[in-house]
């Protein structure tokens, strides 16, 4: 049975990235929300290098990180919101962020099929769960401008919104467990 301790210390930072990412904005009260988020950014790219040392397909997801990064940097400091290159923009990078989770959770799943097999199946769920629901809210985002579709889309997106939800802690879940049998 191979060990694969620098994918297991990676996905263990990522996940903590992932909680001070979630914990950042109401830390934005006490000043120190802006430190948090970066932290947050730089930890996920150290640990999706450190993942890569064991795997080169984390190394996939190292590398749309960076450029899903750069392009939430020009979104936010140079478009202006609303305008349709803001929203071009916007939708590369919400895609590029899917399939920077999806290569995170299938190369996780491929390196515990063997070491343990529910772990691994979980993940095939949560990326089934996500990208669907994704899938789902990133039509809904376009379909809620048409006048006649547009409140069946906002209800479905909010549906779908709380599957997502509930998709990202079974997500942060899988990452713990697969941190913890990966070593």
């Known amino acids: 049975m191979q060990h694969y301790p620098k994918a297991a210390r990676g ?15 109401p830390l ?3 000043g120190i929300g802006l430190i948090v988020s970066v932290v ?9 290098f450190i993942a890569s040392q064991d795997d080169s397909g984390y190394r996939n997801a190292f590398l749309a990180s960076i450029v899903n990064l750069a392009l939430n940097l020009v979104c936010s400091n140079l478009l202006q919101q609303g305008s349709t290159l803001y929203t071009a923009v916007s939708s590369v990078s919400s895609l590029i962020g899917l399939y920077m989770t999806y290569q995170v959770i299938t190369v996780t799943v491929r390196l515990l099929l063997e070491k343990a097999p529910s772990a691994a199946a979980q993940g095939q769920g949560v990326a089934k769960l996500y990208v669907t629901c ?15 579709i547009g409140e069946y889309a906002h209800v479905i997106s909010i549906f779908a919104s709380l599957v997502q939800l509930v998709g990202y802690v079974m997500f942060l879940v899988f ?9």
């Open 11 to 25: 996905i263990q930072l990522l996940f903590l990235s992932i909680i001070l990412s979630i914990i950042a904005p």
């Open 28 to 30: 934005t009260i006490l």
């Open 40 to 48: 947050s950014i730089v930890l996920q790219l150290v640990a999706l």
């Open 134 to 148: 994704f899938a789902i809210n990133f039509v809904c985002s376009f379909a809620k401008q048409a006048p006649v």
């Open 175 to 183: 990452l713990f467990r697969a941190g913890r049998s990966l070593k």
